[in-house]
């Protein structure tokens, strides 16, 4: 069965003058004696801490995948220099590129194209326990100062200013919304997503 762990939370600051500071909740998934470091972002101190939370080191991480290549998401690709990173399609070792099907190798982990945010933006559908985890990247994000509303309509509204196509964005959100049970967004906190009380995706 499948772990997950947020190892810290991602956030947007809007800074005074102009400017932000950025990075996303790294997500550390263990599957199949497996350990996957989801977008390991830009804030070096929250990842470190996070893995020594759980007694690793950046050594420990079997394989990095990247939701996207905005640079916010993979500056700490430096702290894993001798690590596989894999992307929607391929895995990257040293100037080996090797391509790769639906699910992560050697693992149960789902990838699913989610173009919108950017054209190369996919994310991971995780069965841990009896729900669907969606590792969103920036499928989903808030900056800091913003209401975190997470009904379907709200999720499927929500503006990115930063998507380069919103038509494949909105569909992205909903095949990946069909599916999931719990979101962990690019920046923002983990939720659960409540059926009971929506007829459905429009």
């Avoid at 939370?9 to 950025?22: F, N, P, T, W």
């Avoid at 977008?39 to 801490?49: F, I, M, Q, V």
């Amino acid at each position: 069965m499948a772990e997950i762990t947020v190892l810290a939370e991602g956030y947007v600051i809007e800074l005074e003058g102009g400017g932000l500071r950025a990075s996303p909740s790294p997500v550390l998934i263990e599957d199949a004696g497996t350990r996957i470091l989801v977008d390991p972002g830009a804030d070096r101190k929250g990842l470190l801490r996070g893995l020594s939370r759980k007694g690793l080191h950046p050594e420990d991480v079997d394989m990095i995948f990247v939701t996207h290549t905005h640079l916010d998401h993979i500056l700490n690709l430096r702290l894993f220099p001798d690590t596989d990173v894999c992307d929607s399609s391929s895995i990257y070792r040293g100037d080996e590129e090797i391509p790769y099907g639906k699910f992560i190798p050697r693992t149960g982990i789902e990838v699913l194209q989610t173009p919108g945010h950017s054209p190369d933006h996919a994310s991971l559908l995780v069965m841990a326990g009896a729900e669907m985890w969606l590792v969103a990247g920036d499928l989903f994000w808030w900056r800091d100062d913003a209401v975190q509303r997470t009904d379907l309509g709200s999720l499927m509204e929500l503006e990115d200013e930063s998507a380069t196509d919103t038509a494949a964005l909105r569909m992205s959100r909903m095949t990946a919304l069909a599916r999931a049970d719990v979101v962990i967004p690019g920046h923002g906190n983990l939720f659960r997503l409540n059926r009971r009380s929506e007829t459905g995706l429009q």
